[in-house]
């Protein structure tokens, strides 16, 4: 359930999240935190609880610990103990733990090394991993990310076309009022890049990568590269220099109502389920309502990798109305069998997430609403979590969702971030189901006339990303299949959506080419109050 909460509170969900899942580990260990060790005598099958091994570190942090201002619990341990929470934590909270191998954890001497190995080896019907989420951050770095929507950078989000030679690094959009768009540099998508700081893209040294990657994402505001540009449709590149600077994001863009033969259609970009988003989606509702309203809505999901849970339980909310969502769960979190009505982490009954019908405000305040039986959803690659679950919970309570683009990521599972030791580990911990039960979509979701390697199928048709039009121009590759498929009762261009690992090393036409949006970890996620 939502936090009767401020919204700038709300938009530091992260961090309450952070300490629950701490708080949850500790009040379930029962061991305490005293001085020693703990029991490091590896008995295969048998699990002490995770407390009893919770911050005992082989270096201890000291200081104050950020979220808590009260200093940091952790006290003398080993590695083997560090371990020994991983195993336990893992062993009661990951999603498919019976599917872990179990391994002495005094044999590794490295709790990252030892983490990594604590997860499924299983594949889905695709031949991916099952489990290709699990991952690490050092817990300063998580720290910093959590805490605000701001990231240093400058405004434009590539999307990566190739990481092997010949490489492609394209712009896929940018931030209003940012270093990218300044009228000196005037990035825009479809530019691609050629050089960074003097090194080729396509230079295939250790120190030339470090200077592309170091350059392309800056860790800080302040910092200054160069770059060799290629503009859409120009014969030359050109130079231009850059400080990167803190972005706030507009996770919301491009709001229009387009006319067509059969009535209007409302369109919007929506790149990153943050706390802002809730305000920029009910004005972005409203403006659409205005005037004679619209016949259908084209959500472009296409770079939206996820994050709250709740502003994609609001927006669902506001594409559907009350009619079809009342008394409807939006979704419903499912831990392992060990935890069937309970949250392992929380320690809180397991209840659905509900359709918000009103903001996060103090009063909450009614949502506007849409009214819709359908809805056309511009996907890519980088749709993923909190962006799928509209997909999947809007099809719970039967609107039709037709699939423009490319097969999703595949993400119905989430994570509770915890921090040992100076690492925060992200476990898969649930997955979501919506109102049908229905949240087996590992393999992503793909238009019906994918060609290759599909997932879970909706109506719809297979377009590749088309970075020759801006995003909302009728022109762009998706949006004008989005359109033509409603004029023509569901007419689909060839099918072109996300082409092999081959084909995006050697493929030159970027009209035909999908890639991977690079974001930060917690804008690909799906974060839960």
């Known amino acids: 359930m939502r936090k009767n909460s401020t919204k700038l509170l709300r938009g ?15 009040a379930s260990g029962g061991g305490g935190s005293g001085s020693g060790g703990g029991d490091t005598d590896w008995v295969p099958g048998l699990f002490l609880p995770a407390g009893t091994f919770w911050a005992r570190c082989a270096n201890p942090r000291s200081g104050i610990n950020p979220f808590t201002n009260q200093p940091f619990s952790d006290i003398q341990g080993a590695i083997v103990d560090e371990n020994n929470f ?17 391994r002495d954890p005094s044999l590794y001497g490295n709790p990252l090394g030892y983490f990594d190995l604590l997860k499924t080896t299983a ?36 999307v990566r076309l190739s990481s092997d030679p010949p490489r492609e690094f394209v712009v896929a959009y940018t931030e209003p009022n940012s270093p990218a768009t300044d009228p000196l540099v005037n990035l825009a ?61 507009s996770p919301v863009q491009n709001v229009t109502v387009l006319p067509t033969l059969s009535g209007p259609v409302g369109y919007l970009l929506f790149n990153d389920h943050i706390a802002t988003a809730e305000q920029a989606l009910i004005d972005a509702v409203n403006q659409l309502n205005a005037g004679p309203g619209i016949n259908d809505l084209v959500v472009d999901l296409r770079y939206n990798g996820g994050g709250f849970l709740y502003i994609a339980s609001e927006f669902a909310y506001m594409i559907a109305g009350a009619a079809q969502t009342s008394g409807q769960p939006f979704e419903t979190l499912q831990f392992n069998d060990k935890h069937p009505s309970t949250n392992p982490v929380t320690g809180q009954p397991l209840v659905p997430t509900p359709f918000y019908s009103t903001d996060s405000g103090l009063p909450p305040a009614p ?103 801006p995003l909302g121009d009728p022109s762009e590759g998706r949006l004008a299949a989005a359109l033509n498929f409603r004029e023509t009762s569901g007419i689909c261009p060839a099918p072109s959506g996300r082409p092999t690992v081959g084909a995006l090393k050697t493929k030159k036409d970027l009209s035909t080419v999908d890639g991977v949006v690079i974001k930060n970890p917690w804008l690909t996620n799906r974060i839960v109050q």
């Open 189 to 249: 998508r479809g530019a691609r890049i050629l050089s960074v700081d003097g090194v080729d893209i396509d230079d295939t040294t250790q120190v030339g990568i470090d200077t592309i990657y170091d350059g392309l994402f800056p860790e800080a505001a302040g910092e200054t590269h160069d770059f060799e540009v290629l503009d859409l449709g120009a014969p030359l590149g050109r130079m231009v220099t850059i400080t990167s600077a803190n972005i706030s994001l």
């Open 86 to 102: 991983l195993r336990s934590y893992s062993n009661d909270t990951y999603l498919w733990y019976n599917e872990i191998t179990d």
């Open 367 to 469: 949502l506007p609403t849409l009214n819709l039986t359908r809805v056309f959803v511009l996907t890519g690659p980088g749709t993923c979590s909190a962006s799928e679950s509209i997909m999947n919970s809007l099809r719970g309570v039967n609107v039709d969702v037709i699939q423009i683009g490319s097969t999703t990521c595949g993400k119905p599972y989430g994570f509770y971030p915890t921090d040992n030791c100076g690492t925060t580990y992200f476990t898969i911990q649930f997955r979501g189901v919506n109102a049908m039960n229905f949240g087996d979509y590992t393999d992503g979701y793909s238009p019906d006339n994918t060609v290759s390697d599909p997932g879970e199928l909706l109506p719809g048709c297979s377009v590749a990303d088309d970075f020759t039009a």
């Open 123 to 158: 594949l889905t019907s695709s031949g991916q991993p099952k489990d290709r989420f699990h991952f690490t951050i050092p817990s300063d770095e998580w720290f910093q990310l959590s805490q605000s929507g701001v990231v240093a950078g400058y405004g434009a989000t590539f």
């Open 12 to 26: 530091l969900i992260l961090a309450s999240i952070y300490m629950t899942g701490v708080i949850g580990i500790v």
